[in-house]
């Protein structure tokens, strides 16, 4: 299960034009636009093909892109990245997209400022296209299977190592086109690359949710070095 929510990012201001005069020159900056953002987050892979990436938090000062944690090791699609993913062919979308709007986990809230719901019995994400509830998350009744539930897919508590916590990355939503993939989320890291999802180490997955804030419109940006100013 890996797959979540998007959101195109509107023009505005940000990318070369926050590289102005006294700001320093660094990745954040280099984006073409990053809207109204005053968070971001970017996933750097070496290539398409990498499953591994450096992840980057920055902050907005004064017009300007600073540092705000990172560069963290993380784990991308088994299948690298992609700029047309497709559901289930195993690669993380590149692009730009917003979080949220709520942090999922089976242990307790870390201290988020974003909603969070604990996962229970009968907590489940849609992913079967054929559905009106495609890429989203659905409670059903305990122990019931639910009937948008294809061969392979599981409950979301049951992925007991990888969903301690996570977010949802705003990928394919408003509306979810069928087919375009789902639950592309930043979760805890499994030990391996994913079906599509963005992991690093829990304590720092932790402190990155603690830090996002949603008055700051968080945006994270997934690219290969070299492609990410495109965004």
């Avoid at 059903?140 to 409950?155: H, I, K, L, M, Q």
């Avoid at 007991?160 to 949802?168: G, L, M, S, T, V």
Wanted: charge should be positive.
């Amino acid at each position: 299960m890996c797959a979540v929510v998007a959101a195109a990012v509107a023009a505005g201001a940000g990318g070369p034009a926050a590289a102005a005069a006294g700001c320093p020159a660094n990745l954040a900056a280099s984006l073409t636009s990053t809207g109204p953002a005053s968070q971001l987050i970017t996933v750097e892979a070496p290539a398409y093909a990498s499953t591994r990436a450096s992840l980057s938090l920055w902050r907005k000062t004064g017009g300007c892109w600073v540092a705000a944690g990172g560069p963290w090791s993380a784990r991308v699609g088994r299948n690298g990245l992609s700029d047309h993913h497709v559901e289930g062919d195993g690669t993380t979308p590149t692009g730009a997209y917003g979080v949220g709007p709520v942090v999922y986990g089976l242990a307790p809230d870390p201290g988020v400022r974003y909603p969070y719901h604990r996962l229970a019995c009968g907590d489940w994400w849609d992913e079967n296209p054929a559905t009106p509830g495609y890429n989203t998350f659905q409670h059903v009744r305990c122990g019931v299977t639910p009937s948008f539930a294809r061969p392979g897919d599981y409950e979301l508590r049951l992925s007991k190592r990888a969903y301690q916590h996570f977010i949802p990355i705003r990928y394919n939503t408003d509306p979810a086109v069928p087919g375009r993939g789902s639950a592309i989320f930043l979760h805890d890291d499994w030990g391996s690359a994913t079906h599509g999802c963005i992991t690093v180490a829990a304590a720092h997955l932790d402190a990155l949710l603690r830090w996002l804030r949603p008055a700051a419109k968080p945006l994270i940006v997934i690219g290969t070095k070299g492609e990410l100013a495109r965004f």
